[in-house]
């Protein structure tokens, strides 16, 4: 009987610092994330998988051989390496609590920090489950140190079972998916994949194929600066202003905090500057891509409206795309999700479909020329204190996986 690897690999490398960094300019955004990198490509020697590296940037790739014959499609299966800057991922200590009772898990490096069921509804089906949580002072990292588990831990069953058929495999673990430039510098031609899927998904049995599209605006306001001592009649605080614009956003819709489902929204993120010179940074979300436009353009009208009262001021209004709703490509390409779907019930779990208000690596992948939907690892409360993953739900993505790539050698 096979004895799955994916508890101690993701103990082993959610130890590892692999904290992104949003304000940095270099890629990788933290140079901590090829310590992780590293790590990989030697374990990935160890298990014997071929065209193992790691490149400048450091995505690692990797090839497990076909042995169902060449002319079938390449399947690459993805992970991010970095964790989220929402919260501290330095000297994680990873603890596995052991056939889960349904009470209060209190963490003890910071007993204020109690995960219950109340807070965390999905724990009321993890009972009897082994969960690893962090102790308290940092996140776990299984977002998305539990997708690189399974993956590793698939590359070392497909390669210790040979007579499990499968159609070639490329496995990629990227860098800077938290801060937005997962695959900024991917080779995608070294990639050389037809078909992908990314393993950054929750509860057990979702499947995502639909996913937001995003865009990024700025707008940055110039004031005007005078002495404040002689300043009346003169000054207009940029500041100020910005943060008129500001409260004129709706207060019950629009929001992060008042949609759900596909309803979209704009979400200011920053709010940085000074007397002469304010910038607000915002994320623009819906999952159909039309209204992005339609968000700008009333964006647009509530500064147009701000600004009556300072005709001489100057502002700059700067879009900038982000991803795209992955449904757009995966329409095109429905047996990539019909598979992952079938593995689920032959691995005897039953399918989730869901949409993320989100995206993953997987949104741009599949406008790269890879249909790339989102299978789910098992973790859960991402970016938090509260982080946690289920030890069986990742392991049951593994099996998931090994069914999957059986389906795919049978692909006509």
Not at 25 to 49: C, M, Y
Not at 269 to 291: L, N, P, Y
Not at 332 to 361: C, H, Q, S
Request: with cysteine; aromatic share 8%; proline share 5%.
């Amino acid at each position: 009987m096979y004895k799955h690897s994916v508890e101690e690999r993701f103990i082993r490398y959610a130890k590892i610092d692999t904290t992104a960094d949003p304000n940095s300019t270099t890629f990788p955004s933290s140079l901590i994330q090829k310590d992780l990198g590293k790590k990989l490509v030697e374990e990935l020697n160890e298990l014997g998988a071929s065209e193992v590296e790691m490149d400048e940037w450091g995505y690692v790739f990797a090839t497990i051989p076909s042995n169902s014959g060449e002319d079938l499609p390449t399947i690459c299966f993805c992970a991010h390496m970095d964790t989220a800057p929402d919260c501290s991922g330095t000297n994680v200590k990873p603890i596995v609590h052991r056939n889960y009772d349904g009470n209060p898990i209190t963490l003890p490096d910071d007993t204020t920090q109690v995960i219950t069921t109340e807070q965390h509804p999905y724990l009321k089906e993890k009972i009897g489950d082994d969960l690893i949580t962090a102790s308290g002072l940092t996140l776990l990292g299984a977002d998305d140190k539990a997708g690189i588990a399974i993956i590793m831990d698939l590359a070392q069953y497909l390669l210790e079972h040979p007579e499990v058929k499968r159609p070639k495999i490329r496995i990629l673990f990227t860098p800077d998916e938290e801060v937005g430039r997962g695959v900024d510098h991917l080779d995608m031609q070294k990639l050389n994949a037809d078909f992908g899927y990314t393993l950054d998904g929750g509860t057990l049995g979702s499947l995502e194929d639909e996913s937001f599209s995003a865009d990024a605006v700025t707008v940055i306001i110039e004031g005007k600066s005078a002495h404040p001592g002689y300043a009346k009649g003169k000054m207009v605080n940029a500041l100020k202003v910005a943060a008129e614009f500001v409260s004129k956003l709706p207060k019950d819709s629009w929001s992060p905090e008042t949609t759900e489902g596909r309803e979209g929204f704009v979400h200011p993120i920053s709010f940085t500057g000074g007397m002469e010179e304010a910038q607000v940074k915002f994320i623009i979300r819906d999952h159909q891509t039309s209204k992005l436009t339609e968000y700008e353009d009333r964006l647009k009208n509530i500064l147009h409206d701000t600004l009556q009262g300072y005709p001489a001021l100057k502002t700059q209004f700067i879009v900038t795309e982000q991803y795209r709703n992955m449904k757009e490509i995966l329409n095109d390409y429905p047996f990539v999700t019909e598979y992952a779907l079938n593995a689920m019930k032959k691995a005897g779990i039953d399918p989730k479909p869901e949409i993320i208000r989100g995206g993953t690596d997987g949104s741009r992948l599949s406008f790269m020329g890879m249909p790339c939907p989102n299978i789910f690892t098992g973790e859960m409360a991402i970016h938090s204190r509260h982080e946690y993953v289920s030890v069986q739900d990742m392991e049951k993505a593994v099996k998931t996986l090994i069914e999957l790539v059986q389906i795919w050698a049978k692909h006509q």
